[in-house]
């Protein structure tokens, strides 16, 4: 579990639960969609990191011999290599952060349109 991740879980619940009490209005829930648009950023940026890492090391994989024949490796086998690296595992850790998040991001802008219709700021 990344970094980013465990911070982005961590503020979602404690953001659920001030909203659940009724504490946060509009301007607290665009400033939470604020931050959360930046932990997307920043799981956007791990992931690019991350998968070029893990295309050197499958460029890698692919350049290299079978050990029991001697031959190059067919291509086939050199993804299930590759995909068994722990590049890969990174990877496709990273990308699952920026998909989790996207959703809240988008949830938090619906409740923020919401909260605003319900105090009579905006037209919804």
């Known amino acids: 579990m990344s970094k980013i991740y465990e911070n982005y879980i961590t503020e979602f619940a404690t953001f659920l639960d001030e909203y659940d009490k009724g504490i946060m209005g509009p301007g607290k829930i665009a400033s939470v969609g604020c931050r959360f648009t930046q932990y997307m950023a920043e799981c956007g940026e791990d992931q690019f990191g991350r998968e070029v890492l893990y295309n050197i090391k499958h460029r890698d994989i692919i350049n290299e011999n079978d050990p029991q024949t001697g031959k190059p490796l067919s291509s086939v086998k050199a993804d299930v ?16 952060d920026y998909e989790s998040i ?16 319900e105090m009579g700021l905006a037209n919804v």
């Not at 996207?102 to 219709?117: E, N, Y």
């Open 81 to 96: 290599l590759a995909d068994a690296t722990e590049e890969y595992k990174n990877y496709k850790e990273s990308k699952n």
């Open 102 to 117: 996207s959703p809240m991001v988008a949830a938090l802008a619906r409740l923020q349109k919401a909260s605003m219709a």
